[in-house]
């Protein structure tokens, strides 16, 4: 499986495991629990419980100073905070719940309307004492135990007391009586097991029990001054979202009397391995996924690992990483399932807290499930910031960009090493001083590890100057300026340095890594959807195929019977199906048109005046958009009527002891807010009454039912509330609750909220009244009836009658926006609002029975003639959090004209008149360059959506396509708000004729009264506010619209811009360097998701700032531009160790590296196009001067039909005659007799050795793009001295030889006076070239030591693969096959680079092969001058000279490697490039003198010895390709020799056995014989032994064989000794 393909299903993975976890953990609804205990716990004032509460002083938690207060505290403040929202149970009778689903007197004890708590624990420890020692003992004779500062209550201390605590004075010598009176110390049913003494409480007991308790431990004297550490601890459980949680609020008392108020929480789900509810059956589902691609991934693993062993494997990048993160994935996993079978997720029942026997017992398994899922949510953060990392890791192996920055990392870590060495040792001496400085002083410099953390957060932005100078003015400046110097201005600073250096290295190897393939590296998704098909696609098609061929057989017999039963003719179709269906090939790719884009450097004149107008144009267009959105929008008018109106009016209201909006965590507190803030914005009334002359008057006393007189309330006196019945509206959308279905926990919590979970003030939330048989949360059903009967029963009975109506969502007038529920008008007087709101507070609105609230209203300011329309809205979430919001928006209703100070409505329409011009003269223009586009785009033969995304690929076209677009709706939005009918017909008036009246139609669409009935003037209220509110709405859209449209317009005027020079650089920086910055946005989002899932486990249940992904994604966004706020001082309080650890971290990883990734691409981006700017700029001056132009061709073809070339009289190549009158030559104002000084930068020796009629078809190479780019110059004038030197030198000229060598002396008749160089001589007499020269020769007669040559006939492509014969060099040798010469060639240079045998063999056992020319080329003397100038050389001597040289395997490498180096760049040489000096120029000989001579004579050495390393690494990469032969050809001498070996043993084997059967076979021969010779004559054969051979021995046969075997093992041996 491919890189691509693994990276993509561990994204899969990885997005499937952070589901898996964040949604198990919940953190965002934990933390809104979380918020909404502590609110209820901040919000409530403590006072002494000995004085009276009205007048005794009022303090808040973090008021606490000593012991005593921590009991004041628990007496007053904590038992508001439990019981206030506890009730009788008789209250919610409607409910009808009897004993066996609640057996209590009182609801449940709740904080935030919805969190009930289960069970309450208090742990306290205290000191134990000893005896003073010292001259002081006899002041104090009694001091706290031990050297630690403070008991910790995590943790079990020796230095605590372990007494039993008794109330002084009580009876103890009954023993019954003890548990009474005492309190015992114990480690089991303690906090946290940590000991100390610790008592339950279960709040369904009642405030007097409570008190009894704290009572009994005041009397204890357990909040005396020996009091250490005190914990009070409890579970809640919030039904509405399946969560319980264990609240810890912990006060530890040091030596010194400080107190230190910590607060903690910890969550778990007993509902979340419950299958049987659909959300967590799809956890189970996700969690058995992730197994199992673990398995999947651990498995690959595996098999790495046996293919290359288990050491070779961890020795490769990101193979120990890829270990880790699935051993803690699968760690991770397995937790699930260990923590699924604790006993408290299958048998925790609410009755086992009833009962006081198993209430202990309950309690504490439910504080350890809390404990233990605390534990593994740190390991599931470390899991998730694992696996984060690895992803990224795997994403950044599919494109250099995206790779960039690990491996800029990698470059530069060994730099970052000795770096952050040097860095961490001065960081480490400033915070040992600013700890002994500064530590008694601040607090944030308290302690080793506060100095550290606060180092890094001044590195990061903080400021903390001030506080410097508070704790040590003098030192407190020379500490903060020195600090910033060294760290901030240098050490960063060269940390910048070292990062852009190890850029440059990286983005250097990528450089020549593309030249190299040269090919473009491809996008990462199109090479994921490769390698996807060819792994995924490509299996499926392979084992599909092979299932579709079995069931072929498996179902061709039933086939053939179907057909045989139900056909007469076999259908075709049925019988080849599957096998169809195997032999369909995949689709071919079709491939894609390569275009090439030309640009041009200068303007014509024409495009110059038309860059100018769409300059000017744009250029007006934006002035008079800022001129008309400045008038239009009236900002700052708008502002200071939002300030009057809602900021200082209601927002700033204090109420209940200085509480502000903001401290509004509630409905309870809502009521008090509205006291003050709503009835507020009535105290200033006023009576307009009509006089004499329509004048306005105002008048003290007022009644609205005179047409004559209107109340009008005043806000800020200048701002009137103007409807007739209704000044403030308030819209309220019940909450819907239900009988908790879930039997489990029905007991301990008996109803749940069915209302959704948002923000119900800007959502329906009453839909669900239609399908729940929803009821109040005190049991009153909320049915059409009973609603019914409530708007009657509130508006009717009451002395005074409340305007209210339930509305439908989105069909009846009333409530805000139309979103349905009660619609409550709170009247045009101060007593009319607040009669309204104690009647809603009578009837329990102001509590957990609304869902949301919204207070909203209207004012108009003549004088500014604007209105303004202002809400404050409330929302109770599920989880007990009140979400708030406030909204103003001011707009003017008066178009063409209007009252106020204001007076350009004329203007402002005038304006939108230019603006529609020049709006409908961009999309003209637009519409012209599509209409363009497309018409190349079909002549091309493309399709339409071919042309889209061509098209919109260019950036200019979607910003110029958005800009319209954005541009058009503003537009089309202001006209909408024009031409509303409300607005233009609106007025108010105390007079019936003049006044608005709410036209039939619409009367008629949402049913309002006839306009006699009272009612009515109410309707029309709630008409009136509708109007506005989408008045407003439209308006708000206009200016958002807007906002969006100047930007674009902005954008637009920048892209005009960048046609001019001066600016076009930073555009082009932007540009060149997109793709780039894209790809560091992915690496660097991806990191830090990562750090976001991570923080928001660990810390998300505390802090708000991560609470969840995107709100930590927002804050980490925020640290990295330096603001921190409140964000880290809520880590460090909740955990210092691990917030340390990720700021830390995470500033060095994000603010020092990623942000500086970006500097570093835009540096080298400006740095490259600012070279190759100056580069062409230096280039244009110097062909101005010398009058040249430049012309480029598409290959050969393009040039031979442009132009005609021959040489004159001075040997230079000039255009004979220019072909096309509109050609290319032309319109660059080439002319006959133009010189070509250069061709492709070859400079004027390019045309030497090339005949006059084939200098365009050999001499002018294209390049690597197959483009000829010509560089012609006028001719020079010539005087008569210069004709008369040239006619005397070609007098002079050697005659031509004749024969074979015609025509090289051809080749250089015409320029014999021409110093040999790299074009005429050289470049023909190199290695590689004289070899090919020597190839094209007829073979000699072959002999028997010659190698054999393949036939052309009979050569492989890579015998033939990249050898191509010139034209001159085949018409030498036109009789013979040329592919012969090119197999003749490449094996001649296979021997020469690759083997100590130039030939392939050794001619001679003597001949070792090596050539040891050029071996001590660094012992040769220093070039003298005369070599350098070669004044004297001649090119024939020289030719002959190297001719007689032979040929090294040094040699040919030198060539290869000069050649390559000429490949790589585009220019003449690279070693000139770099060793040329500035000073360097051309001149005639005679002036190279002195200086000069000595500068020219520097450079050539300098080459030399560059030269010198270029030999070395020739006869180093000769050698190594010796050393690798030597080494093979021992290998294959040690292995014929095993052969060897084998064969001979077994030779001898057989020859033993042969031998033996040969000594058989004599013997029976000679028993023959001598019997055979007994039978014929006694006498004469009586001893026939004697007169036989004496017998041969076995051993002498094997003997035998030895020698053989011996004498074969020497003649190895030799030929292994000749080889090595």
Not at 218 to 243: K, P, S
Not at 585 to 602: C, R
Request: aromatic letters at 12%; glycine letters at 6%; proline letters at 3%.
């Amino acid at each position: 499986m491919g890189d691509a393909s693994v990276a993509s299903f561990y994204a899969i993975f990885a997005i499937c495991t952070i589901m898996l976890n964040i949604e198990s953990i919940g953190t965002w609804n934990a933390n809104q629990i979380f918020r909404s205990i502590n609110s209820a716990f901040a919000n409530q004032v403590f006072w002494n419980p000995a004085e009276n509460a009205s007048t005794a002083t009022k303090r808040y938690v973090n008021d606490i100073r000593d012991q005593s207060d921590v009991y004041a505290y628990l007496k007053t403040s904590v038992r508001e905070a439990i019981f206030q929202e506890q009730v009788p149970q008789y209250l919610m009778d409607d409910w009808g719940f009897n004993e066996s689903i609640w057996p209590h007197q009182l609801t449940p004890a709740t904080l935030g309307s919805f969190n009930r708590i289960l069970m309450m624990r208090f742990t306290w420890k205290t000191w134990a004492l000893q005896q003073t020692i010292g001259k002081f003992s006899t002041g104090t004779p009694k001091k706290l135990i031990g050297e630690s500062r403070s008991l910790d209550p995590f943790a079990w201390n020796a230095e605590e007391d372990q007494e039993d605590m008794c109330i002084p004075g009580a009876n103890l010598s009954n023993v019954n009586s003890t548990g009474d009176s005492c309190f015992k110390w114990r480690r089991k049913g303690s906090f946290d097991d940590a000991g100390g003494y610790s008592v339950l409480f279960e709040p369904m007991d009642g405030r007097v029990a409570y008190e009894a308790l704290l009572d009994k431990m005041r009397d204890a004297q357990v909040f005396d001054l020996l009091l250490g550490t005190f914990t009070m601890d409890f579970i809640v459980y919030n039904t509405n979202v399946d969560m319980f949680m264990m609240y810890m609020m912990v006060f530890n008392f040091d030596f010194a009397g400080n107190v230190d108020i910590r607060r903690d929480a910890r969550i778990f789900n007993l509902n979340v391995f419950n299958r049987d509810v659909t959300k967590y059956m799809m956890l189970y589902i996700l969690r058995i996924v992730c197994l199992v691609m673990l398995i999947m991934f651990l498995l690959f693993e595996f098999r790495k690992m046996w293919d290359v062993g288990i050491m070779q494997h961890f020795r490769r990048s990101g193979s120990a990483t890829d270990m880790v993160s699935i051993i803690i994935s699968m760690c991770v996993l397995f937790t699930y399932w260990g923590i699924e079978g604790m006993d408290a997720f299958q048998n925790f029942q609410f009755q086992a807290l009833s009962n006081p026997e198993t209430r202990e017992t309950a309690y504490l398994s439910l504080c350890n499930v809390a404990l233990i899922l605390g534990d593994q949510g740190i390991l599931i953060a470390f899991n998730l910031l694992v696996v984060s990392f690895r992803t990224t890791s795997l994403v950044s192996g599919l494109h250099s960009n995206l790779g960039l920055i690990l491996e800029v990392l990698g470059v530069s870590m060994p730099n970052f090493l000795a770096f952050f060495t040097m860095f961490f040792m001065l960081q480490f001496g400033f915070v040992l001083m600013s700890f002994f400085t500064f530590g008694p002083g601040y607090e944030g410099m308290n302690s080793i590890l506060n100095c550290f953390f606060k180092s890094f957060k001044m590195l990061a932005g903080e400021v903390v100057y001030e506080d410097l100078v508070l704790a040590d003015n003098i030192l407190g400046p020379i500490y903060f300026f020195a600090f910033y110097i060294l760290f901030y201005l240098v050490l960063i600073n060269i940390f910048v340095t070292l990062l852009m250096s190890g850029y440059d290295i990286v983005d250097y190897d990528i450089m020549l890594k593309q030249k190299a393939s040269h090919e473009k590296e491809k996008n990462p998704l199109q090479l994921i959807f490769e390698e996807l098909k060819a792994d995924v696609v490509g299996n499926i098609i392979k084992y599909g195929a092979t299932f579709f061929k079995y069931a072929a057989i498996c179902l061709e017999p039933l086939i053939v019977s179907v057909k045989a039963c139900f056909f007469c003719t076999p259908p075709a179709a049925i019988t080849s199906c599957f096998r169809s269906a195997l032999k369909r090939g995949p689709a071919k790719d079709s491939g894609e048109l390569d275009t090439t884009k030309q640009t041009q450097d200068t303007f014509s004149p024409k495009e110059f005046r038309q860059t100018v107008i769409e300059f000017s144009t744009m250029l007006v267009f934006m002035m008079v958009w800022i001129c008309l959105m400045t008038l239009q929008g009236r900002g700052v008018d708008s502002y200071l009527l939002n300030k009057v109106v809602l900021r200082e009016s209601a927002l700033e209201a204090r109420f209940l002891d200085e509480k502000d909006f903001n401290s509004i965590t509630s409905f309870a507190y809502v009521k008090p807010w509205a006291d003050k803030a709503i009835v507020g914005l009535y105290k200033d009334p006023a009576c307009a009454e009509t006089g004499n002359g329509s004048e306005v008057v105002f008048n003290p006393a007022c009644n609205n039912g005179n047409n004559k007189q209107h109340i009008v309330n005043r806000v800020a006196a200048l701002n009137y509330g103007f409807l007739n019945t209704t000044f403030v509206r308030l819209s309220i959308q019940p909450a819907c609750f239900v009988e908790n279905p879930d039997d489990r926990w029905k007991k301990g919590v008996p109803t749940k909220r069915k209302t959704p979970n948002v923000k119900c003030a800007d959502s329906v939330c009453t839909a669900v009244l239609d399908t729940e048989p929803c009821r109040r949360a005190d049991g009153l059903s909320l049915g059409d009836k009973e609603l019914a009967d409530f708007v009657e029963s509130i508006t009717k009975s009451r002395p005074q009658p409340v305007a209210v109506e339930f509305a439908q969502p989105h069909t009846d007038l009333g409530p805000y926006n139309m979103l349905g529920g009660f619609a409550f008008s709170l009247g045009v007087t101060e007593e009319q609002c607040q009669g309204v709101l104690d009647i809603l507070f009578e009837q329990r609105w102001f509590s957990l029975n609304s869902a949301s609230m919204v207070f909203d209203w209207i004012t108009y300011n003549g004088n500014m003639d604007m209105f303004t329309y202002s809400k404050v809205s409330f929302s109770l979430m599920q989880t007990g959090v009140m979400a708030r919001d406030s909204y103003a928006i001011s707009f003017s209703m008066n178009v063409h004209e209007g009252g106020g100070f204001f007076t350009l409505q004329a203007f402002i329409l005038a304006l939108y008149g230019i603006y529609v011009m020049l709006l409908l003269y961009h999309i003209l223009e637009m519409f012209k360059v599509v209409r363009q586009e497309l018409s190349k785009s079909l002549a091309q033969g493309k399709s339409l959506f071919t042309f889209l995304v061509d098209f919109f690929s260019i950036p200019w076209h979607v910003v110029d396509t958005l800009s319209l677009t954005v541009s058009s709706m503003t537009l089309l939005c202001f006209i909408f708000f024009v031409l509303t009918t409300f607005r233009s017909d609106y007025r108010f008036s105390m007079n019936d004729v003049n006044k608005y009246v709410v036209p039939n139609s619409e009367a008629k669409t949402y049913g309002l009264a006839p306009s006699v009935e009272p009612v009515r003037y109410l309707q029309d209220d709630w008409f009136f506010f509708r109007e506005f509110e989408t008045t407003a709405g439209t308006f708000e859209l206009f200016l958002q619209l807007a906002a969006l449209n100047s930007l674009f317009i902005s954008v637009k005027v920048i892209k005009i811009v960048n046609r001019f020079k001066t600016v076009q650089i930073f555009s082009d920086t932007l540009g060149n360097g997109k793709s780039r910055n894209f790809y560091f946005l992915l690496v660097i989002n991806q990191l830090l998701l990562g750090f976001a899932l991570a923080m928001m486990v660990i810390f998300g249940v505390k802090s708000e700032p991560f609470n969840d992904v995107l709100t930590s994604l927002s804050t980490l966004s925020l640290w990295l531009c330096g603001s921190f706020d409140l964000s880290l001082d809520l880590l460090v309080e909740d955990k210092p160790a691990f917030a340390v650890v990720f700021f830390v971290s995470f500033i060095v990883i994000f603010r020092f590296i990623a942000t500086n990734m970006f500097l570093a691409t835009q540096l080298n981006t400006f740095a490259h196009l600012a070279g190759e700017r100056d580069i062409k700029a230096a280039r244009q001056a110097i062909e101005k001067d010398t009058a040249v132009r430049i012309v480029t061709y598409r290959g050969r073809a393009e040039v031979k039909a442009d132009i005609t070339v021959e040489r004159n009289s001075n040997q230079e190549v000039v255009v004979k005659e220019v072909l096309q009158e509109d050609g290319l030559a032309a319109h660059a104002g080439v002319m006959p007799g133009h010189v070509i000084s250069k061709v492709n930068k070859l400079k004027g020796d390019w045309a030497n050795g090339f005949d006059d009629d084939k200098l365009i078809e050999e001499a002018m190479v294209p390049d690597k793009d197959g483009v000829i780019r010509i560089v012609f110059q006028e001719p020079a004038k010539r005087s008569c001295f210069t004709f008369l030197w040239q006619a005397m030198r070609a007098c002079q000229r050697k005659p031509q030889g004749s024969g074979r060598n015609k025509k090289k002396d051809d080749m250089y008749s015409k320029q014999t006076n021409v110093k040999p160089t790299v074009r005429n001589f050289w470049r023909n007499h190199g290695a590689i070239a004289e070899v090919e020269r020597q190839s094209l020769e007829p073979p000699a007669q072959a002999n028997d030591d010659d190698e054999e040559v393949t036939s052309p006939e009979h050569a492989g492509e890579d015998d033939l693969e990249g050898l191509d014969l010139e034209e001159d060099q085949e018409e030498i040798i036109a009789e013979e096959d040329p592919r012969a010469a090119r197999v003749r060639s490449k094996k001649r240079l296979d021997g020469l680079l690759f083997s100590r045998w130039p030939n392939g063999k050794p001619k001679k056992e003597t001949d070792t092969g090596i050539q040891i020319a050029g071996v001590a080329r660094h012992d040769a003397p220093e070039l003298e001058s005369e070599d350098i100038l070669q004044d004297e050389w001649d090119v024939f001597e020289l030719t002959e000279a190297v001719e007689k040289m032979p040929i090294t395997g040094q040699e040919v490498w030198l060539d290869c490697l000069l050649t390559a180096l000429e490949h790589q760049v585009e220019d003449d040489s690279i070693v000139t490039e770099v060793l040329r000096t500035s000073g360097m120029q051309e001149m005639a000989k005679d002036k190279m003198k002195g200086p000069v001579l000595d500068k020219l004579l520097k450079f050539y050495r300098r080459m030399d010895e560059v030269l010198k390393i270029f030999e070395n690494k020739s006869n180093k990469k000769y050698y190594q390709y010796l050393q690798q032969e030597s080494v093979q050809r021992q290998e294959q001498l040690r292995a014929q020799n095993t052969v060897l070996h084998d064969y001979v043993c077994e030779l001898e084997k057989e020859f033993k056995k042969i031998s033996e059967t040969i000594h058989s076979y004599r013997t029976k021969k000679d028993l023959m014989l001598t019997t055979l010779a007994g039978v014929l004559d006694r006498g004469e054969y009586s001893d026939p032994n004697g007169r036989q051979e004496p017998d041969r021995r076995p051993e002498e046969d094997a003997d035998a064989g030895g020698g053989v075997m011996a004498m074969l093992g020497s003649s190895s041996s030799q030929q292994g000794v000749q080889g090595i």
